[in-house]
DNA sequence: GGCATATAGTTAGTTATGCAACTAACCAAA
DNA sequence: TTTGGTTAGTTGCATAACTAACTATATGCC
């Protein structure tokens, strides 16, 4: 028995993901309004990229919850842009390893604040409470489905 | 003064969307599954529809929270698949006026199951209070941003 | 060693998104 | 009524997503 029943549509905001896509938008745009000119999804492989760097594609595909055919065409765009560099694994030849160039690194503070007001302008007026609550659900969410 | 701060990268999977990319990902499956040949961007489109038939484009824009090119090739595509059709308005040459075919309006009700089916999936093991304060916060984000 | 299978990554084709620039129609003020 | 601004929609370009099919390397079993 599914312990939740809904009114038809209801959650349709819920489903379609308007807020993510709100808060996507809007760090898009105070990326560029700071200058910075990577797109979102971009930064979502450099953020995993600064907390461990060179892993390879794969990890990233798990990590950023995209496919493999993405990431080799956003791995190709930042390397167009000088942001990362793939490097063959010596171990696994099959294997690229992704290193982040200087220029990516220096990007790292600045964004990741850039981030933070973002979040904020977000969730202003939500209380922490709520919001750490919003955070378990959609992380059940996505544990359940993934 | 902002009323949260956040450890860094502490809320990344918030930001770019795990919950809501993975319900559309089941979402489309499931749709899939049912041999149902639309695209989950096109149900949004349908889904308002359904709810008030005849809307202009720059309704849908608004309801879908997409601009105005998104939506153009959106109705394109529905259109094609012979699901919604343009109406050119009388009292505004300039609106177009988009109204459901007979194939699409029997697709609302297999499609509103699907999407309960869906949800049900995403949100087993949560409780109705915590559903309800997530949607609550989603919603808050979304009018901070829009 | 050799073959089957699995894994890492790429390529191709379709759909979708965002931005900018454009056309067409409407409207209001001179 | 003409001029200028606004609104509705389309088109072009770049990036990104999913699916399916592909190449190349690795691995395990005989």
Redesign the pocket.
Known sequence: MPNNQFKRGELYSFMTGKAS?AI??RL??NF?QAGID??V??W?VLYHLWKQDGM????L?NA??????????????LE?QKLVK?VA?K???????IYLTDDALKLEIQTMELANTTLNEALEGVSSEKISICKEVLQIVYDNLK
């Open positions: 896509t996507a938008r898009q745009k560029k990577i797109t999804e971009q979502s390879s594609q794969q990890e595909c950023t919850f995209r496919d493999k055919p993405s990431i080799t065409r956003l791995v190709d765009n167009k793939r694994s171990d696994d030849r099959r294997m690229n390893l």
